[in-house]
């Protein structure tokens, strides 16, 4: 059964990333990455699918003919999914591209609801990523939401991809305020699974995939 995990690899400089991917190569669904194409442009994207997937994240938010510009770019260079934010209303179609490889970002997982209110008015958390999910399904593939909103939006026929996952065996407190396990994610409807510190700061990294694998398999 394939991995649902999506590894990132955003602040880990080329040299160990390169390392990582060679211990997890077909122990994952692929890798979330931003940094690598900082340091080696977007041609490592092709270096990087020949360990797995990849998942460029840079949540575009601009005009819409940046947003096409970079988009293109980042669908010629052979990402699988490409992130954009929901409120940038971009449609793709309006400007020759297609939805099947975009994620809609909705409310970041580190947001927790005094930081929602300042700058959001009149829908409390789950009752804006479910509008956002409902625009977001008419254009894009992909969403990407906290696990705590999944069963509002399970109905809406879009893919979800879910950060803010923390395994049962993981018990340090970070940045990430609305997370749940895998086993929990799964069930109410996550596709894919954004899972970083609790695997890439264990002692095997190899062990620490295939208990979490393990643990997602179970709820499927």
């Known amino acids: 059964m394939q991995s649902k995990i999506i590894l990132p690899l955003d602040n880990i400089p080329w040299d160990r990333a390169k390392e990582i991917l060679k211990k997890t190569k ?12 900082l340091e080696k442009g977007l041609q490592v994207v092709k270096e990087i699918k020949e360990y797995g997937n990849v998942m460029l ?3 575009l938010f601009d005009i819409p003919s940046a947003m096409t510009e970079s988009l293109d770019e980042h669908l010629k260079a052979g990402a699988d999914i490409t992130t954009v934010h929901c409120t940038s209303c971009y449609d793709p179609a309006s400007f020759g591209l297609t939805g ?5 970002v909705t409310i ?5 609801p005094d930081d929602y ?5 009149g829908e409390d958390i789950p009752g804006m990523v479910e509008i956002m999910a409902k625009d977001a399904s008419s254009y894009y593939d992909y969403l990407v939401c906290s696990p705590m909103e999944l069963n509002k939006i399970n109905r809406i026929n879009i893919k979800k991809i879910c950060p803010g996952i923390r395994p049962v065996w993981y018990q ?6 609305r997370t749940s396990t895998p086993y929990e994610a799964i069930a109410r409807g996550a596709h894919l699974l954004v899972i970083g510190r609790p695997l890439l700061n264990a ?3 190899e062990f620490a995939i295939k208990n979490t694998n393990e643990e997602i398999w179970k709820a499927l």
Do not use: C, N, P
């Not at 077909?26 to 194409?37: A, D, E, F, H, N």
């Not at 970041?108 to 927790?112: A, H, I, K, V």
């Not at 209110?117 to 008015?121: D, E, G, P």
């Not at 340090?172 to 305020?177: T, W």
């Open 57 to 59: 994240d840079f949540k």
């Open 203 to 205: 002692s095997s990294i």
């Open 172 to 177: 340090e407190k970070d940045d990430q305020h």
């Open 26 to 37: 077909g122990l994952v669904w692929g890798y979330k990455i931003r940094r690598s194409v």
């Open 100 to 104: 099947d490889k975009i994620a809609g």
């Open 117 to 121: 209110k300042r700058y959001y008015r």
């Open 108 to 112: 970041l997982t580190s947001m927790q």
